[in-house]
């Protein structure tokens, strides 16, 4: 009960406020960048609430180490700690550390969740370097990621996975060496049926599960064809056919391709407007920080909105959408509300509990806004974080989601070194009010609309378009 009354006090507080809620508080840099030091207030030994780390903040570097019950090490990440090294901001809470990995100026709190830490003495007495971990036997190594995965992994349940079952199934086949150990681990991340569980090697091979719903009903349509041999050669067909349906038939010839094509508007119809979302990630070069990425995306929105502002409703696409950054989720859809709006909590899970990581908030851009009809079209193809947008856009008065449920793969990657291969895992749960999380399951629509059928493969998502502005054309005139 006490719970449910906290909750509600949450969305009496952001529904009523028309104010944007600044929640920075103390916020500081890790790095003293003019010292070239660390933050002398955050140096030491911490222990991470979830996610199975430790911080060593010495006086000139944050190392990074990661640890289960038999274990712990150095840990080979070097884009966590180049970013802990760099952009990293903290608060610090009475004892516990919270730690935003990336600088987003004065948005930084509100377009990322925090990490937690708390104060420890000194690092475990077992703890061995990269270059000790790396010469483990295979069988240790495999010992090493069942716990990594026993002990982190959110959804064993959800999944179907009993990590003893695996480990007496498969413990004896990685003594051949590292190559059996790779392909033992990469079996195991398949079964997990989890296209965010993945096991990596040093030259970029990836092992993880790859099937979905719409990939499957593709190749169904390309072994009762003759034309195309390759089934690559299909499957990217059926991309480009259906982007090039997007700019020549839903919008006729006259839309705009913006944030390094990552994005496509125009309108539909004299009182529809239409935003494909390609990627949640790269919008500028690789070259450039985060926060140049969202800032120049504001940029190009707010050209987007302000077109927008004479039409009734506008279509939100993420029926391709592979995902991206939460932090490009959150700054889109902050241009469709006029007051912050709770969306979920994030969850991190670690030894059969979870703990609260951070409330996620839609908070209104700063700019100009729609608020009247959005409909977001979504398919099991949006993964990801255009998951998590769908879930934030669920949350403001003015969304409908339409499509079908999306692939069911919201949770983070949590990173962690294996031998010398890269293994990543979902230990990341996002909890609505309800108590309800769309891992496994997908984000459900609003409005049901079948998206891809067999009959159609190469037309049925522009068809699906067509008949989504019909719907919103009879709910206008019904009003």
């Given at each position: 009960?006490?719970?449910?009354?906290?909750?509600?006090?949450?969305?009496?507080?952001?529904?009523?406020?028309?104010?944007?809620?600044?929640?920075?508080?103390?916020?500081?840099?890790?790095?003293?960048?003019?010292?070239?030091?660390?933050?002398?207030?955050?140096?030491?030994?911490?222990?991470?609430?979830?996610?199975?780390?430790?911080?060593?903040?010495?006086?000139?570097?944050?190392?990074?180490?990661?640890?289960?019950?038999?274990?712990?090490?150095?840990?080979?990440?070097?884009?966590?700690?180049?970013?802990?090294?760099?952009?990293?901001?903290?608060?610090?809470?009475?004892?516990?550390?919270?730690?935003?990995?990336?600088?987003?100026?004065?948005k930084t709190q509100i377009l990322q969740t925090k990490k937690d830490f708390v104060k420890v003495?000194?690092?475990?007495?077992?703890?061995?370097?990269?270059?000790?971990?790396?010469?483990?036997?295979?069988?240790?190594?495999?010992?090493?990621?069942?716990?990594?995965?026993?002990?982190?992994?959110?959804?064993?349940?959800?999944?179907?996975?009993?990590?003893?079952?695996?480990?007496?199934?498969y413990k004896d086949s990685v003594s051949s060496g590292k190559e059996a150990l790779f392909n033992?681990?990469?079996?195991?991340?398949?079964?997990?049926?989890?296209?965010?569980?993945?096991?990596?090697?040093?030259?970029?091979?990836?092992?993880?599960?790859?099937?979905?719903?719409?990939?499957?009903?593709?190749?169904?349509?390309?072994?009762?064809?003759?034309?195309?041999?390759?089934?690559?050669?299909?499957?990217?067909?059926?991309?480009?056919?259906?982007?090039?349906?997007?700019?020549?038939?839903?919008?006729?010839?006259?839309?705009?391709?913006?944030?390094?094509?990552?994005?496509?508007?125009?309108?539909?119809?004299?009182?529809?407007?239409?935003?494909?979302?390609?990627?949640?990630?790269?919008?500028?070069?690789?070259?450039?920080?985060?926060?140049?990425?969202?800032?120049?995306?504001?940029?190009?929105?707010?050209?987007?909105?302000?077109?927008?502002?004479?039409?009734?409703?506008?279509?939100?696409?993420?029926?391709?959408?592979?995902?991206?950054?939460?932090?490009?989720?959150?700054?889109?859809?902050?241009?469709?509300?006029?007051?912050?709006?709770?969306?979920?909590?994030?969850?991190?899970?670690?030894?059969?509990?979870?703990?609260?990581?951070?409330?996620?908030?839609?908070?209104?851009?700063?700019?100009?806004?729609?608020?009247?009809?959005?409909?977001?079209?979504?398919?099991?193809?949006?993964?990801?974080?255009?998951?998590?947008?769908?879930?934030?856009?669920?949350?403001?008065?003015?969304?409908?989601?339409?499509?079908?449920?999306?692939?069911?793969?919201?949770?983070?990657?949590?990173?962690?070194?294996?031998?010398?291969?890269?293994?990543?895992?979902?230990?990341?749960?996002?909890?609505?009010?309800?108590?309800?999380?769309?891992?496994?399951?997908?984000?459900?629509?609003?409005?049901?609309?079948?998206?891809?059928?067999?009959?159609?493969?190469?037309?049925?998502?522009?068809?699906?378009?067509?008949?989504?502005?019909?719907?919103?054309?009879?709910?206008?005139?019904?009003?």
């Amino acid at each position: 009960m006490r719970c449910s009354l906290y909750v509600l006090a949450i969305l009496f507080f952001l529904g009523c406020t028309k104010k944007k809620v600044n929640p920075t508080n103390n916020l500081q840099s890790t790095f003293l960048e003019g010292d070239n030091r660390i933050n002398p207030l955050i140096q030491g030994v911490w222990k991470s609430i979830g996610n199975g780390y430790f911080l060593e903040a010495r006086k000139d570097s944050i190392l990074l180490y990661s640890y289960t019950k038999s274990f712990s090490y150095k840990e080979k990440n070097d884009y966590l700690e180049g970013l802990l090294n760099s952009q990293s901001k903290f608060t610090i809470r009475e004892d516990t550390l919270g730690i935003y990995l990336t600088d987003f100026g004065d948005k930084t709190q509100i377009l990322q969740t925090k990490k937690d830490f708390v104060k420890v003495d000194r690092l475990p007495a077992n703890t061995i370097r990269f270059s000790e971990l790396a010469e483990l036997s295979p069988e240790k190594s495999f010992t090493l990621y069942l716990e990594t995965m026993q002990e982190n992994y959110a959804f064993s349940e959800r999944r179907n996975l009993n990590w003893n079952e695996l480990l007496g199934r498969y413990k004896d086949s990685v003594s051949s060496g590292k190559e059996a150990l790779f392909n033992t681990m990469g079996k195991i991340a398949t079964l997990t049926k989890d296209q965010h569980t993945k096991v990596i090697s040093e030259t970029g091979k990836t092992l993880q599960y790859r099937i979905t719903p719409t990939a499957e009903i593709v190749k169904e349509v390309f072994k009762e064809q003759s034309e195309v041999e390759d089934l690559n050669e299909y499957f990217d067909s059926f991309f480009k056919t259906n982007y090039k349906n997007i700019s020549d038939s839903l919008l006729q010839g006259n839309g705009q391709k913006i944030a390094n094509d990552k994005i496509e508007w125009g309108q539909l119809t004299e009182n529809i407007g239409y935003i494909h979302i390609h990627s949640f990630a790269g919008f500028l070069g690789k070259e450039f920080s985060r926060k140049q990425q969202i800032d120049s995306l504001n940029t190009q929105m707010q050209k987007v909105i302000e077109t927008f502002q004479n039409k009734e409703a506008i279509i939100i696409d993420v029926s391709f959408n592979f995902g991206g950054y939460d932090a490009t989720a959150l700054t889109i859809a902050s241009y469709f509300t006029d007051i912050p709006v709770w969306s979920h909590t994030s969850q991190v899970y670690n030894n059969g509990e979870f703990y609260d990581e951070d409330n996620v908030v839609v908070y209104p851009a700063d700019s100009i806004r729609f608020t009247k009809p959005v409909y977001v079209l979504m398919t099991d193809i949006s993964r990801s974080a255009a998951e998590g947008f769908a879930m934030m856009m669920s949350a403001l008065p003015n969304v409908k989601l339409v499509g079908t449920n999306t692939l069911g793969t919201l949770s983070g990657m949590l990173g962690k070194s294996i031998s010398d291969f890269y293994t990543t895992y979902s230990n990341q749960r996002l909890l609505t009010a309800d108590g309800e999380f769309y891992e496994v399951s997908g984000v459900n629509p609003d409005i049901k609309l079948k998206i891809f059928t067999k009959d159609d493969i190469f037309q049925s998502h522009k068809n699906a378009v067509f008949n989504l502005i019909k719907t919103i054309e009879e709910n206008k005139n019904s009003r």
